[in-house]
């Protein structure tokens, strides 16, 4: 079954671009084992194989990841990204030159490994809040590098995208309250800056830990009040305060045994970290089901 409506991949130009990298990182100065065992000759086929039930994702990276280690491998996709697919299945085949095969083989199971287990606890999550008209969104806690991946594999099992990057949004953390109070600025002075600074039409998000804060960032109008660390009967009672009158995100400590108690507090949107820097890899395997030694074509 498909988790959500389709999300198209990361633009081709970013995906080449950072399979590159890791390529570089991997093959850099050569397969010495490969090299060494796997003769120029020999030819393969190998199949990708889901070892347990999951929301595939990465699919077009580790396709990606053949091409750019050899244009002739012939490459047959059996499923599409952000589908929740059973054990034992087979995600994608390969067939062509035995040492293109393994030398690709980690790092394309590498990219479907991690971006398989975001998607599936991103899923996971969405299931069960799915009673509720609550948002699973993610956060900036993602791998230096790979955060378009990672927040494209969290959209692919269901959830939401907060910020891409500190451009994308204003974000008044704990921090830039404490710096601001050192200058007598205070939480709804700051509120109020940064709508007369940033760009029109951006909304205003502050992060508070108390109902005196809550109230605070009304006061400076706020758009959204995310309710850091907050119990649920403490966040009901920020949301009675609140009204309506801003978005209710809550975030911090969230887990999958306590995100129904969450889910019931009246809150609009529950930011999760975890679901990037916390997955856990999803078991994929490549396997090897024959190889034999290329024939010359006859002149």
């Known amino acids: 079954m498909s988790t959500k409506k389709l999300v198209p991949p990361p633009p081709r130009s970013f995906i080449r671009e950072i399979v590159r990298a890791a390529l570089r990182e991997d093959l850099g100065f050569g397969d010495l084992t490969t090299n060494a065992l796997i003769s120029d000759g020999m030819s393969a086929k190998a199949k990708i194989v889901a070892k347990e039930a999951m929301v595939v994702a990465g699919i077009v990276v580790a396709q990606e990841v053949f091409h750019q280690i050899d244009g002739s491998l012939t490459v047959k996709l059996h499923q599409h990204d952000g589908t929740w697919i059973k054990a034992n299945s087979e995600i994608l085949t390969i067939a062509g030159k035995a040492q293109s095969l393994l030398q690709a083989e980690r790092v394309a199971l590498n990219f479907m490994q991690r971006l398989s287990g975001i998607s599936t606890l991103t899923h996971q999550f969405c299931r069960a809040v799915d009673r509720h008209s609550i948002k699973i969104a993610d956060t900036r806690k993602t791998t230096p590098g790979l955060r378009t991946l990672e927040k494209w594999a969290v959209r692919l099992g269901g959830g939401y995208n907060h910020r891409f990057s500190l451009h994308d949004g204003i974000l008044i953390k704990d921090n830039h309250l404490m710096v601001l109070a050192i200058n007598n600025i205070s939480l709804s002075q700051a509120c109020q800056l940064a709508r007369q600074r940033a760009p029109h039409g951006l909304r205003i998000s502050v992060e508070v830990e108390s109902l005196k804060q809550v109230r605070e960032a009304l006061q400076g109008k706020a758009d959204i009040i995310l309710l850091d660390n907050m119990p649920p009967s403490k966040i009901q009672q920020a949301v009675k305060i609140i009204k ?34 916390s997955a856990p890899a999803m078991d994929i395997s490549m396997d090897t089901t024959s190889t034999s030694p290329q024939r010359k074509k006859k002149k």
């Open 244 to 277: 309506g009158k801003a978005l209710v995100e809550i975030s911090g400590g969230i887990t999958l045994n306590n995100i129904q108690d969450m889910a019931t507090t009246g809150a609009d949107i529950i930011s999760i970290g975890a679901l990037t820097h």
